[in-house]
């Protein structure tokens, strides 16, 4: 029995002694991991600190935490640990290495449903690709991290990915929406006092402006951008910001002609980038050395410039700026005699900016070798040049972003606006509360007199009761009278303030239509294009649904003659969404047909207006017709969609008909395509492009609609006079028509005569 005592003595002292031995081998791995993670985080915060100090630093710190990350597998390090090596790579321009890193933290955060980690990745990915040239990756991992960023409503992430796509547009030279981008970032920025994105902010903005040639604007935003960019460097020792300005400081001084000022200040950024290994930084200042120098004809410097340029970017594979050193060179080797080496340089320049989509520099390069074979007397092929130089240019016309910039500070002025009004509105309630009070005070006061009043001379005076009942009989007389007057002031205000609220609406209908008008294609260029043609226009309101658009690309005439759904505002609304996508469609596509035309601007403004088949909501839309005429050729091509077009030869009327369905969403799902009709047009031929208000109106004896026929019918008679002529019956056949009914729809005809 004693045996048996010890043993299980023993027993229970080994178990115990095992059990505690587990329990310090957890507690000893516990304590190991938590020494790793502090570690981990010690090594990511000096890649940071280093990463615009000593990048290989930074390299090597990162290395070391994903190392460690790796050995105890945590996900949200191993995230960080991919994120800061790809950064410190970027930072030293190793690309390719970045990229790679940038991916792994990608799939990292996808794999964790880490959102916010994911919108990082992304927009790291995208500057990667911009600075390697793949402009169209950027843009589409900007616009992925936008989406996230929205949903997961983070301001400062937003205002940066809104940034990122700015310098995309802008390269793209898509100024109106790169201008769009930065000041909306920089209202965000604003918002929370955020002085490193309000200074990125202002710098893009700048660039912008100095591209659109108003160097006042861009020495102002530049300047407000180097005065925050200061400060930070001040503090954090990080002179990346300041950098970025005196560059932009020496482009602007040279683009506007001060170029000793331009070479000071390129010269300071070159030996910035020298002393902090910036190659690719360094290469770019070289071809801004070189662009200057080229302007001052002082060639044999430029090419020195241009030619080491281009060598270190070939080192790096870095392709940004290629076509516009290969463009110089060109004009430099043309200038010295070398033909061949001109040609070449300059089409491979040409080759670069079409891989880059870089529309200026497109612009240029056609420019540049129009020039080329000017010189050469191949002029043929300098034409062809000459009018893609033109065409181009004539499309990169953003004079929105001064409207856009003022639409800012207007917003701004008159948010503080409401908060001033919002606060008096608070002061005039508290008085309108009290002064209340002080009502009801007298009103209990004065019922209480009188009360005691009506008691005491009741008991006094009871034969003077007649009296009392006459008095009170006054006093509501004269109560009623004072309410009534009341009334009538209030009244006679509320006419007031609807008299003074209906001119400021119709001064803003005005203003709008001046804005309308403008929009439209202004007479001058459409001499140039149509030589001789009439508009008849007649809006029922002050500004009209009903809008005609002509442009000319490639030697073809586009015209277009639009009615939209309703008239008034809501169809000037439409007017100038149908005007904007139209020149959209035209300038981004070199092919047109009409028939592309419609199908592509019926899907932007469905999807403008988030229009869906079955869904109640939003069916607004246009008819329109559209014609596209080969200038050489005489060939009509046409698109409609409910509005025709009518030729008329030797008073024999021809119709192409259109498509029956809308610009926009159908009352019946129609998934087909708009239809091409083609027409051999002849000298002498009238083509009229209409809307159906004139045909429409009620009028004559009867009250009735004028009716097609007898519209098609007018056409045709007044086709033999000149264009002045027939605008001037069109209007007095109306007027007589339609007498003192009130007009029904918005009307406008276009005649074109070849």
């Known amino acids: 029995m004693k045996k048996y005592i010890l043993l299980g003595i023993f027993f229970f002292f ?96 996808k794999t964790t449903d880490n959102r916010t980690g994911e919108a990082a990745s992304l927009n790291r990915i995208g500057n990667t690709l911009q600075l390697m040239g793949h402009y169209q990756d950027a843009l589409n991992n900007y616009q992925l991290a936008l989406i ?18 700015g310098s995309i547009f802008r390269l793209y030279g898509n100024y109106e929406k790169a201008i769009s981008q930065h000041l909306d970032a920089l209202e965000l920025y604003e918002g929370v006092n955020n002085d490193e994105g309000i200074a990125w902010s202002a710098l893009n903005i700048a660039r912008l402006f100095r591209m659109m040639k108003n160097y006042t604007k861009a020495f102002e935003y530049v300047n407000q951008s180097l005065e925050i960019y200061q400060k930070i ?168 972003i001064n409207e856009l910039e003022l639409q800012y500070s207007f917003d701004k002025e008159q948010r503080m606006k409401e908060f001033e009004q919002r606060q008096k509105d608070i002061e005039q309630k508290a008085k309108l509360q009290k002064q209340k009070i002080l009502t009801w005070v007298f009103i209990a006061g004065f019922v209480f007199t009188l009360l005691l009043a009506y008691i005491i001379f009741k008991n006094l005076q009871r034969k003077k009761r007649t009296n009392i009942l006459l008095i009170q009989q006054k006093q509501e007389i004269e109560n009623q009278r004072d309410e009534i007057e009341a009334q009538r002031d209030f009244v006679t205000k ?78 000037a609304f439409m007017s100038m969404l149908g005007v904007a996508f139209l020149n959209e469609i035209v300038n981004k596509n070199e092919v047109i047909e009409a028939n592309h035309i419609l199908d592509q601007l019926r899907a932007s403004i469905i999807e403008s207006l ?24 005489l060939s009509l091509k046409f698109a409609g969609a409910y509005n025709p077009c009518v030729i008329i030869r030797d008073s024999t009327m021809y119709e192409l008909l259109p498509d029956k369905m809308p610009i926009g969403i159908h009352a019946i799902k129609v998934d087909r395509e708009f239809a091409n009709k083609e027409f051999m047009l002849q000298k002498g031929d009238m083509i009229y492009l ?23 019918e007018l056409l045709v008679n007044i086709s033999v006079n000149d264009l002045k002529k027939q605008k001037e019956i069109l209007e007095k056949t109306m007027n007589e028509w339609q007498g003192s009914r009130s007009q029904l729809d918005d009307m406008m005809i276009m005649g074109i005569k070849f």
């Open 610 to 633: 988030h229009q869906e088949y079955g869904i109640f909501g939003s069916k607004d839309g246009m008819d329109i017709a559209l014609c596209i005429i080969d200038k050489d050729t």
């Open 233 to 400: 460097a001040f503090e954090f020792e990080n002179n990346t910001g300041v950098t970025l300005c005196l560059k932009e400081i020496g482009d602007i001084s040279f683009e506007k002609g001060d170029f000793e000022k331009a070479i000071e200040y390129s010269e300071q950024v070159l030996q910035i980038n020298k002393q902090s290994q910036n190659w690719q930084g360094y290469a770019n200042s070289l071809s801004t050395l070189g662009k200057i120098y080229f302007q001052t004809f002082d060639f044999q410097q430029s090419k020195k410039y241009f030619s080491e340029a281009l060598h270190i970017k070939d080192s790096l594979n870095d392709i940004t700026e290629k076509a516009s050193i290969l463009r110089h060179l060109g004009l430099i080797a043309l200038n010295e005699g070398n033909v061949r080496d001109a040609e070449n340089k300059l089409k491979n320049s040409l080759d670069f900016a079409k891989i880059q989509n870089l529309k200026e520099d497109i612009k240029e390069s056609y420019f540049a070798l129009s020039e080329f074979y000017e010189k050469q007397n191949s002029l043929p092929q300098a034409l062809s040049y000459f009018r893609l130089y033109i065409s181009l240019k004539d499309s990169l016309n953003n004079q929105k």
């Open 494 to 571: 509320q006419r007031d303030q609807i008299a003074k609220q209906n001119t400021i609406i119709t001064d803003s209908i005005e203003y709008a239509k001046r804005i309308q008008t403008a929009l439209l294609p202004q007479d001058k260029f459409m001499k140039s294009v149509l030589k001789d043609y009439f508009v008849y226009m007649k809006p029922k309101n002050i500004v009209s649904g009903d809008f005609y658009w002509v442009s000319e690309k490639n030697n073809k005439i586009i015209v277009a003659v639009s009615d939209c759904t309703g008239h008034g505002v809501p169809g």
């Open 148 to 165: 996230i960023n929205r949903e997961l409503d983070n301001t400062i992430e937003i205002a940066r990915t809104l940034t990122n796509l």
């Open 690 to 712: 209409f809307t159906d208000g004139y045909i429409d109106q009620f009028g004559g004896k009867d009250g009735l609609k004028y009716r097609q026929k007898a519209f098609k």
């Open 14 to 109: 080994v178990v115990g002694l095992f059990s505690a031995n587990i329990q310090q081998d957890s507690l000893n791995v516990e304590s190991s991991d938590s020494e790793t993670i502090k570690k981990i985080q010690e090594y990511l915060d000096l890649s940071e600190k280093n990463r615009n100090r000593n990048v290989e630093m930074a390299v090597d710190y990162a290395e070391k935490a994903l190392l460690l990350s790796q050995q105890i597998k945590n996900e949200e390090l191993l995230y960080q640990s991919e994120f800061a090596l790809g950064y410190a790579y970027y930072s030293r321009n190793d690309y390719e290495i970045a990229i790679l890193h940038f991916n792994k933290s990608l799939e990292i955060c």
